[in-house]
């Protein structure tokens, strides 16, 4: 059964950083694509970062330049390094992967990801 945890949200100033996490179990970590969504109160789910396979990445235009996505296979784990970050991007972040690549980051239904996480809260004060 696939499981994915992420840690790592809080509530920080305008220009602060956060680094989320993403813990999977389950699965044969290397062959799958994984990303990060967000959903803020009243708004759909976006997407917000994606990283493929072989480590290729996709970002949303709104956080080109101050987000990064990683994974480390060894530990299982994906990351998402926030910098710069501004009161528009508070949301519920959650994590999500997929075998079927690469995730399309313009469509955060949750039904067009298989797995996600239960999501962890940023919120990010001016």
């Known amino acids: 059964q696939v499981q994915l945890v992420e840690s790592g949200g809080g509530s920080v100033q305008a220009g602060g950083s956060l680094r989320l996490s993403c813990a999977a179990s389950?699965?044969?970590?290397?062959?799958?694509?994984m990303g990060w969504f967000r959903q803020a109160p009243g708004k759909e789910r976006e997407g917000v970062a994606t990283i493929d396979s072989d480590g290729a990445t996709t970002y949303a235009d709104s956080v080109k330049g101050r987000f990064t996505i990683s994974k480390d296979n060894a530990k299982n784990t994906q990351y998402l390094q926030m910098n710069s970050l501004k009161p528009g991007d508070s949301a519920m972040y959650y994590c999500?992967?997929?075998?079927?690549?690469?995730?399309?980051?313009?469509?955060?239904?949750?039904?067009?990801?298989?797995?996600w996480g239960q999501g962890t809260q940023v919120t990010v004060s001016s």
């Open positions: 999500a992967a997929d075998f079927a690549c690469p995730i399309n980051i313009d469509d955060g239904s949750e039904s067009s990801i298989n797995y």
């Open positions: 389950g699965y044969t970590y290397m062959s799958y694509c």
